[in-house]
């Protein structure tokens, strides 16, 4: 732009606006952009192209509507001038003059506004889903009052080492266990993918194993003891697979085909999971040993099984995990995420703040000699500061509010693509709080912005200002 500045134009002492050619060249572009995200969004998220390419189209959709931002901003700004009028008065027509006298740069801070709050939200509402997903996950599928283990399983794996042979028939002994699951966690093949095999007795109800995506609990305890398979939803869309459909294992003796009888959301080896019956695992496999067992304890002895546990636990070596332990282990790691998240948030926040005190700060360097002028004739600092400070509330208003709105879109078109990734969809949740607060977050951060300027406007010397060039 400044390569092509006219000579006479750049010994002008106001700069002629380009407020037409703004508009004029980003509209039509904007107009291209927002169906053309859109259109991105709806194939990708329809798995015919590859993961990622939902970002790029929520990327170009966010840009196109930023282009569209020219077009409307002289008009909200005129509607937000009237409606500050009645508490702000002749400052907010003032502020609006001058936000509309550049529109490019009004443009370019309402847009960095606009796409700090509609990532940061959308994100935000993304993770406390899959936050949420988790949740579901491990209240539902990991399933027991204590786990007994020889030590912590591998996170990737689940695999752990294992437990000597005389382990059960002691635990056995203790009185007040209602029910006593051995696990053992194998690797295994599945064609080309490597899978964790997940071998149990599954002993208890037939709805407190998994967390299911298709099937019902009434087919799947019934379903593995007849020699079925649960199959984890990740590896279920890797494999093209579902519920009737056979999935190939290998074994020493060959491949064989087992039926699925559901499938379920899990998060253990990446869900690259297999859940089969013992008997089974044995039979066709040869699986032995143990590298847990699922303590379930009788109603009322939850505490009396508990001392039992830890004391034959620290006499052999053994380590004794409590189903509250566990969970409390999950959600550190959880938590470890969401403080990621509002780190995040802040960095988004800051970024936003440094685009308007710039905004602003060259706004009141244009207005200098006009700011002196006002002064001369009985403006006073308090309505200079007004004056700014209607600034930054429109600033804040046009890109927050419809920034806001499209950060609840973010956060619904990028649970779409979760699909491709965990073979079933996110739940998706609209959260009013969630987007209020970071509404109500972002206008504080803008009028806060302003302080500084208005200050500095407030404080101008009438004699520099009137000779400001």
């Keep these: 732009r400044a390569s092509l500045v006219e000579p006479l134009e750049a010994m002008r002492a106001i700069e002629v606006q380009h407020n037409d050619e703004v508009i004029r060249r980003a509209t039509p572009l904007g ?19 590859p993961l990622g390419a939902d970002i790029v189209a929520i990327v170009i959709l966010l840009l196109g509507c930023v282009l569209l931002i020219p077009v409307l901003i002289t008009r909200v700004a005129s509607w937000l001038a009237s409606g500050l009028g009645w508490f702000l008065g002749v400052e907010a027509k003032l502020a609006q003059k001058q936000l509309t006298r550049h529109i490019g740069r009004t443009t370019l801070t309402v847009g960095v506004l606009f796409i700090a709050i509609s ?9 406390l889903d899959n936050v949420l997903n988790i949740t579901n996950w491990y209240s539902r599928s990991i399933i027991g009052d204590f786990f007994v283990r020889a030590s912590m399983p591998d996170l990737a794996t689940g695999s752990a080492a294992d437990l000597p042979e005389e382990t059960g028939e002691q635990l056995k002994k203790i009185d007040g266990i209602e029910s006593l699951d051995p696990m053992r966690f194998v690797n295994a093949q599945s064609g080309e993918q490597s899978v964790l095999l997940i071998v149990q007795d599954f002993l208890g109800a037939p709805d407190t194993f998994f967390d299911l995506v ?32 056979k999935i190939p294992i290998e074994t020493s003796d060959g491949t064989v085909q087992l039926e699925v009888v559901a499938t379920a959301n899990d998060y253990l080896a990446g869900g690259l999971t297999i859940y089969m019956i013992r008997d089974e695992a044995r039979k066709l496999m040869g699986v032995s040993g143990v590298d847990a067992y699922v303590v379930q304890a009788a109603p009322g002895k939850l505490t009396e099984v508990e001392k039992s ?8 070596g053994l380590l004794l995990q409590s189903y509250a332990d ?3 282990y999950i ?3 959880i938590n470890g995420v969401i403080a990621s998240l509002w780190m995040l948030l802040g960095l988004g926040c800051a970024i936003a703040t440094m685009g308007l005190v710039n905004t602003l700060t060259m706004n009141i360097l244009e207005q200098t000699r006009e700011i002196g002028m006002l002064r001369t004739i009985a403006m006073t600092r308090r309505q200079v500061r007004r004056m700014i ?18 950060g609840v879109f973010v956060s619904w078109a990028i649970g779409l693509s979760s699909q491709a990734v965990l073979g079933h969809a996110v739940t998706y949740q609209f959260r009013p709080g969630l987007v209020l607060g970071c509404l109500l977050v972002g206008l504080l951060v803008v009028m806060l912005s302003s302080l500084i300027p208005a200050e500095r406007a407030a404080r101008l010397r009438l004699s520099s200002a009137l000779h400001y060039e």
């Design 119 to 127: 990532t940061s939200a959308g994100m935000a509402g993304n993770v």
């Design 326 to 328: 566990l969970v409390k």
């Design 331 to 333: 959600d550190k790691m």
């Design 31 to 49: 107009f291209v952009l927002v169906p053309l995200g859109l259109g991105l969004l709806w194939v990708t998220t329809s798995v015919w192209l």
């Design 389 to 406: 400070f209607a600034q930054a509330t429109m600033l804040g208003v046009i890109g927050l509010i419809p920034g806001a709105i499209a």
């Design 309 to 316: 546990l830890r004391d034959y636990c620290q006499a052999h």
């Design 214 to 245: 298709n099937g019902t609990s009434a087919d799947v305890v019934a379903g593995l003891r007849a020699g079925k398979v649960v199959v984890g939803s990740v590896l279920a869309e890797r494999l093209a697979i579902g519920v009737g459909d």
